[in-house]
């Protein structure tokens, strides 16, 4: 089993937006960074944990628990002119962009960017690291521990 941190912006899909719909699950679109559509495509399984981040807002931090609810399968944004996700070079017979569907499990006390920095052992989290956009990222399985361990109870 392999552990995700995933970013949304809470006024696109927020853990409350999730867990809101009737089969708490979404299908995470718009990815366009070929490193993390590459996680999506390759190596994330259905099953995998996920910590619900929220980005782009006034306190970022994991929101939530989630999991892997699917295989990747192609985008469909990349195909609509008027997504702003929409990839020119893209077509039905070649896609260049996944996704996977994740499933809401819970909404957690928000443990935020500042509380992620200030514990040791989450020091190396790929989030951390200086210049990192991604927003697709994996998370140890001892740094899922810890977490679990302080957002979970």
Request: charged share 25%; proline share 7%.
């Amino acid at each position: 089993m392999q552990y995700w941190l995933m970013k949304s912006e809470p006024a696109d899909a927020s853990i409350d937006d999730v867990l809101a719909l009737p089969h708490q699950t979404i299908p995470w679109y718009g990815v366009r960074n070929y490193q993390a559509r590459n996680y999506m495509r390759d190596v994330m399984k259905v099953g995998d944990g996920v910590l619900f981040y929220h980005s782009s807002c006034a306190e970022p931090g994991i929101a939530g628990i989630a999991e892997v609810a699917s295989i990747s399968y192609p985008d469909d944004t990349q195909f609509d002119p008027d997504s702003k996700y929409f990839d020119p070079k893209a077509t039905r017979e070649n896609p260049r962009w996944v996704l996977v569907d994740v499933r809401a499990i819970k909404k957690t006390p928000l443990f935020n960017l500042a509380s992620l920095r200030a514990a040791p052992l989450l020091s190396e989290m790929q989030i951390l690291r200086r210049g990192n956009r991604l927003s697709i990222t994996p998370v140890s399985a001892a740094e899922w521990r810890y977490l679990i361990k302080q957002i979970a109870s």
